[in-house]
Every structure is written in structure tokens, then in C-alpha cells.
């Protein structure tokens, strides 16, 4: 779950840069990371709710 948390956080992350026109105008900015950070979360939520009742053995998967 962590590395598919960690997965989509990098997609979002990358999409957000999707609009630029060249390299010279990438650049790393906290606001980039905190909208990746929101669309993640929707996606972790949907994730553990529908993913949730597919484990038979609970124990063993946390």
C-alpha cells in the first residue's frame, strides 16, 4: 500500500509539470507538492475502501 501511495503521489506529482513549456521553466515548488499531496489522498481513500474486503486473512496484511 505505501509503495502505491508512494506510486501515485510521483504520477500527480509529475502531472502537475504536464503544462510547462520547456525545461528551463521546471523548477520545484512547495505549491506543486501540496496539490500532488491532495489528488493523492482521494486516491489512497478509494484504494483502502474498495481494496479493503478483498484480503480474506486481515491479520497477514497489515
Do not use: C, Q
Not at 1 to 23: E, H, K, P, R, V
Not at 31 to 46: C, F, H, S, W
Amino acid at each position: 500500500m505505501l509503495t502505491t501511495s508512494f506510486l501515485n503521489f510521483m504520477a500527480m506529482f509529475l502531472l502537475t509539470y504536464s503544462s510547462i513549456a520547456s525545461l528551463d521553466h521546471f523548477y520545484i515548488s512547495l505549491n506543486k507538492v501540496y496539490m500532488a499531496a491532495i489528488m493523492t489522498m482521494p486516491m489512497i481513500l478509494i484504494n483502502i475502501l474498495m481494496l479493503h474486503s478483498k484480503y480474506k486473512n486481515k491479520r497477514r496484511h497489515y
